[in-house]
């Protein structure tokens, strides 16, 4: 198949590019920087220039298949950049599929999009669940809505296909490479001490998703995947901390809605000063991990064949080697 990848520079995109190109697929990766170029043609794809962020119409050639993995993702920040980069780009991205003649168009959606604002709990939630295009979370609320789209463009010839990973994890992404330095300053801390389950998905079984869809099921729908073994929240960064010789002993916890507060608090002080990071607390970061959140990715397994073949023991071992 020929197909075009977006966010090919990116932590999952990279892991896609690369599988895709091994498994003998003509890969093209929307690029728009010259480093973002030069890494996708060393992952095996062909650089292909294009700016999702801007207004103008996108041209793109001849494809069988787009898979849509680039995203606005931060923890706070002005509605604006989220509502550009995740809706009006995505919407720019279907159109521009349908021209290039391409017959399916994968999504990758995110499971956040069924959490409400108020931090109900959610245990074994499936594809049924609400969304929440209003929510209070720019990531949230945008991926509830470009998800829809998607999803409402699926027609006879052109197929499409969203998928929900939980909480994606592994060699290269952030999170992970955070864990450290956060730990070590005092900056991490537990919330509700993190006994809750909590479902999670390691980015190779996010690929494994990703080629499945790419051939399977008649379109029209949206899949959560996930790894395949239980586990909570504290254990899940037990293991990450483990794997970087760290422990989680002493590490500190909060009441969510005291961490509720403090994360509003924190967002409303980065406000005033424009242009800097993410704080280290806010409101979307504790909605998305501080509450029991399970998901059923029945409908993956028996409708695309989904295993999630990567166990949670590998993808720990690939942490502890991973240079």
Same mark, same amino acid.
């Given at each position: ?5 977006? $966010?090919?520079? $990116?932590?999952? $995109? ?11 697929? #003509? ?14 043609? #060393?992952?095996? +794809? #062909? ?31 002005? %509605? @604006?950049?989220? =509502?550009?980069?995740?809706?009006? $780009? ?11 003649? &391409? ?25 049924? @669940? ?42 290269? /992404? ?20 993190? /006994? ?7 980015? /190779?079984?996010?690929?494994?998703? !990703?080629?499945? &869809?790419?051939?399977?099921?008649? *379109? ?7 790894? %395949? ?8 960064? &037990? ?12 590490? %500190?916890?909060?009441?969510?809605? +005291? @961490?509720?507060?403090? *994360? ?6 980065? =406000? ?29 397994? @028996?409708?695309? *064949?989904? !295993?999630?073949? #990567? ?10 080697? +991973?240079?």
């Amino acid at each position: 198949m020929k197909i075009i990848v977006t $966010g090919g520079s $990116g932590f999952v $995109g990279e892991h896609l590019v690369r599988r895709l190109a091994a498994d003998g697929h #003509t890969v093209l990766a929307l690029a728009r920087s010259v480093a973002s170029a030069d890494k996708v043609r #060393t992952l095996g +794809a #062909t650089p292909l220039p294009g700016d999702l962020d801007s207004p103008d119409e996108l041209d793109l050639p001849a494809v069988d298949a787009v898979v849509h993995a680039a995203a606005y993702f931060r923890f706070a920040g002005p %509605r @604006a950049a989220y =509502f550009r980069s995740n809706v009006a $780009g995505t919407r720019v991205l279907l159109n521009a599929a349908k021209r290039a003649g &391409a017959t399916t168009f994968v999504y990758m959606s995110a499971a956040g999009v069924v959490m409400d604002d108020h931090g109900a709990p959610m245990q074994a939630v499936n594809e049924s @669940a609400r969304t929440y295009p209003k929510s209070f979370s720019g990531y949230i609320a945008t991926k509830s809505i470009s998800e829809s789209e998607v999803l409402a463009a699926n027609t006879t010839g052109f197929r499409t296909i969203a998928l929900r990973p939980s909480a994606i994890w592994g060699p290269g /992404d952030s999170f992970s490479r955070e864990i450290p330095g956060r730990i070590e300053t005092g900056q991490f801390a537990f919330i509700n001490r993190g /006994d809750y389950p909590f479902s999670t998905c390691h980015v /190779d079984n996010v690929v494994e998703a !990703v080629q499945l &869809a790419l051939v399977g099921d008649p *379109g029209g729908r949206a899949y959560f995947v996930n790894d %395949r073994e239980p586990i909570t929240f504290r254990q899940f960064i &037990a293991g990450l901390a483990d794997a970087q010789d760290l422990s989680i002993d002493n590490l %500190r916890s909060v009441p969510y809605y +005291a @961490a509720v507060s403090l *994360g509003w608090i924190m967002e409303r002080i980065a =406000f005033l000063r424009p242009g800097q990071t993410d704080p280290p607390l806010t409101r979307t970061m504790v909605r998305m991990i501080g509450r029991e959140f399970t998901t059923d990715d029945r409908a993956a397994r @028996a409708e695309l *064949g989904y !295993v999630g073949r #990567t166990s949670r023991a590998e993808g720990l071992k690939q942490l502890r080697t +991973a240079p």
